[in-house]
């Protein structure tokens, strides 16, 4: 047996990098994994969100993953429209709220349930390509995080959180990281304690961890996995 052998989980944002990570570990410890990305279901709308849910029935494990910068770069504060502010926040806090609610019930009614949110050390800190909406999406996710283990921990659901430091995980993270040059990218590896960036296989450890019988009487944490960035 494997430590999550019967257990049924939904992984976010699997269309890449960390997401698709998360859902191999959680499958190697036995899980049935279900994942979503934004190309089969809107995650920022609710009813979407409800519907996927229903069709995938019991759900014990909830990793909230989908999120990003939706393509976006730094603007100006004077100039952030109210469209790319949502567009950010949409991606990463309400569909947090989106699924979190639509399983939550289930899980209470078993008396069991486990559910982690992927943030950021952005949210912790400040976002490296100073997208504001980015930076304050991802530090309302560690709230969330609190309020929701406290409001859930009675019915037997623990509510954590990741917060990954600097990871070459898809596309647009490799492009920021070639756009540093040399001495930009050796600037960043000298703010990290290892001297290294991360994996994804990195953050879905942690993950496992939360989602784990070892993580019983934990709940209401957001673990950076930065390499010990968060130390400068």
């Known amino acids: 047996m494997t430590e999550l052998d019967g257990l049924t989980a939904v992984v976010t944002g699997t ?41 995938i029935g019991r759900v014990d494990v909830l990793v909230n993953n989908a999120g990003g910068v939706v393509g976006q770069t730094h603007t100006p504060l004077e100039e952030l429209t109210d469209e790319a502010w949502d567009a950010v926040y949409d991606a990463n806090l309400r569909t947090t709220l989106n699924c979190t609610r639509a399983v939550v019930g289930g899980m209470k009614e078993r008396r069991f349930g486990r559910v982690v949110v992927i943030s950021s050390g952005a949210g912790r800190s400040v976002s490296l390509t100073g997208i504001q909406a980015y930076a304050s999406a991802k530090a309302a996710q560690i709230g969330l995080t609190r309020q929701l283990a406290h409001e859930l921990g009675p019915h037997g659901i623990t509510v954590n959180g990741v917060a990954p430091g600097f990871v ?65």
């Open 15 to 55: 269309g890449q990098g960390i997401g698709s990570a998360i859902a191999a570990a959680l499958g190697d410890a036995g899980a049935t994994v279900h994942g979503v990305d934004r190309d089969t279901v809107d995650l920022s709308v609710r009813a979407e969100v409800e519907a996927f849910m229903a069709g």
């Open 168 to 232: 070459l995980s898809n596309p647009t993270t490799q492009a920021q990281w070639e756009s540093y040059g040399e001495a930009g990218q050796q600037a960043l590896l000298d703010k990290i304690a290892v001297r290294a960036t991360g994996t994804p296989a990195d953050i879905a450890r942690g993950v496992l961890f939360f989602a784990s019988p070892a993580a019983g009487w934990v709940s209401g944490q957001t673990l950076s996995i930065d390499g010990g960035h968060s130390l400068f």
